[in-house]
């Protein structure tokens, strides 16, 4: 069968994770995460790898060469973002907008088109007209862009993740965890829509929401504390300033502009079909992913799906054109007795490097066991939304290329399978082009179709980046790739 004519075939990229690493204009110093990984304290804790930004694959510089690498593979689309930090490195504070709360939730923001000339004078216009260069050179080559607005790092000024670090949370500025984060992105989302509009074909509001305020549980990104307060807190606001960002996009580009946002869906799976396990399932994919989208869609609000002041608000009903999936393994879960559940290790996100999962599944680098089947179970807990959809990332930390064909192969094979059944799916984004900055990890974690050498800069395609062409060039799997569909249990 193949797939639609219209497909999107892709690669997804992150601005911090790949744009540093040659000229001295690609370094940002402005950021969270930039300061994050420089720390004296958890460079010796070994809290992180030692790996810096500025040392990176440089596509801040070396942007055209790697747009004719996705001409090369026969790329139709390309999902990217901007850095935050790098458009206003300062405060934007002053710029004064009118804001109206009720009950402690932010439910609109006024940025009308004054505001958004004052904040033109306080962003970096080098920082701007480049963007405006990079998506210039991808559109002349034919592809449709999706631009995600917020991916993960956040500028100085609005969160200092050594002083929360330290001050347990005392000080700040604190991130998500305050509500005037979320003024802030409004008018960022306002300023970005206005400027970069007529470029972008999709928009994402931000990527993995769910990773973020996980930070608050002690994950290892900043500020890395355990905090059940800052977790809810982050959750809220991060839900809110989603909202506020579709409108403000809305409002700028016009009610037919295409506003998603993209999440980190992770399907949990019951150890066994016993009662209690399918519930345990069930709560998990809550907690995890289904409280947000009953939230953006029905406007069901139930803070990390704990069942604390469930509230019906109209301001977030509606809030979503469309939806990315990030997939790239699964939980498995077993019942307790008090009535939640537990997450099983040597499956799914809890696996060693390097081993086989308790299911008999290789293993990647970063410990992540590879269920390619998987990505059936995560659209089929969205579908319930009605909302088109696209996997916008999928990919595996695999240095040595061991995994990747086959995991690339066999998750494409069951991804047309949902398209047969009339699921509406309309694009791919492979994570991802390059090897990159895999954030506290470092340039250990190579998910790159392209192996880098991040001194040299020079880039060489893996044997999964001429399976990707393959695939691509015939828009559905060739005839001489369906043994990898099965591979690695045809043996047994």
């Known amino acids: 069968m193949g797939f639609p004519r219209s497909f999107l075939w892709g690669i997804s990229m992150a601005a911090f994770q790949y744009e540093m690493g040659i000229s001295r204009e690609s370094i940002d110093q402005n950021s969270d995460w930039y300061v994050w990984l420089h720390d004296k304290r958890n460079l010796e804790s070994g809290a992180v790898s030692g790996d810096l930004p500025e040392d990176g694959p440089g596509y801040w510089d070396l942007y055209k060469e790697d747009h004719r690498r996705g001409e090369w593979l026969g ?51 080098e920082a701007v007209n480049h963007y405006r260069k990079i998506f210039k050179d991808l559109k002349n080559r034919g592809m449709k862009l999706i631009l995600n607005i917020y991916h993960w790092p956040l500028p100085l000024w609005i969160h200092d993740p050594i002083k929360v670090r330290d001050s347990k949370l005392r000080e700040g500025p604190k991130g998500w965890v305050d509500g005037r984060t979320v003024i802030e992105f409004a008018k960022f989302a306002a300023y970005v829509s206005w400027k970069f509009g007529e470029y972008i074909d999709m928009w994402s509001t931000m990527n993995e929401p769910n990773v973020v305020w996980r930070a608050y549980r002690g994950t290892g990104f900043p500020p890395n504390i355990r905090s059940m307060h800052g977790c809810e807190k982050a959750a809220k606001h991060l839900m809110e300033a989603h909202a506020r960002a579709y409108d403000q996009i809305k409002r700028v580009l016009g009610k037919r502009t295409r506003v998603g946002v993209i999440y980190a869906v992770v399907p949990a799976e019951p150890i066994d079909e016993s009662e209690e396990n399918l519930y345990a399932s069930w709560r998990a994919n809550y907690e995890h992913t289904l409280w947000f989208f009953n939230a953006i869609i029905k406007g069901e609000h139930d803070n990390l799906g704990l ?9 977030l009903r509606e809030r979503a054109d ?38 008999g599944r290789p293993v990647s680098d970063i410990g992540w066991e590879a269920y390619p089947e998987g990505i059936v179970e995560a659209i089929q807990l969205l579908e319930k939304y009605n909302r088109p959809m696209a996997i916008t990332e999928n990919g595996v930390a695999d240095k040595r290329d061991r ?16 398209l047969k059944k009339g699921r509406n799916i309309f694009g791919y984004f ?30 060489t395609p893996r044997p ?15 005839e001489y790739l369906s043994e990898y569909i099965k591979y690695p249990n045809f043996l047994s």
């Open 307 to 315: 069942g604390k002041n469930v509230q019906s608000r109209d301001d």
């Open 464 to 478: 999964s980046a001429y399976l990707y062409r393959d695939i691509i060039e015939l828009n559905g799997i060739p």
């Open 75 to 125: 790329l139709n689309a390309w999902r990217t973002s901007v850095e935050w930090s790098r458009i206003f490195p300062n405060p934007t504070f002053d710029v004064k907008v009118a804001v109206l709360e009720e009950e402690g939730n932010i439910i609109d923001v006024d940025i009308p088109e004054e505001i958004l000339h004052e904040l033109d004078k306080r962003a970096n216009k």
């Open 403 to 418: 995994i990747r064909p086959w995991l690339l192969v066999s998750t494409i094979h069951h991804l047309e399978r949902k």
């Open 430 to 459: 492979h994570w991802s082009l390059l090897d990159n900055l895999e954030w506290y990890k470092g340039f250990r974690m190579r998910f790159g179709l392209f192996h880098v050498d991040m001194k040299s800069k020079k880039r």
């Open 322 to 359: 469309w939806i990315g999936i990030n997939y790239y393994s699964r939980i498995v879960v077993e019942a307790e007795e008090n009535g939640g559940y537990k997450i099983l290790r040597n499956y799914g996100f809890r696996c060693k490097p390097g081993k086989n999962s308790r299911d």
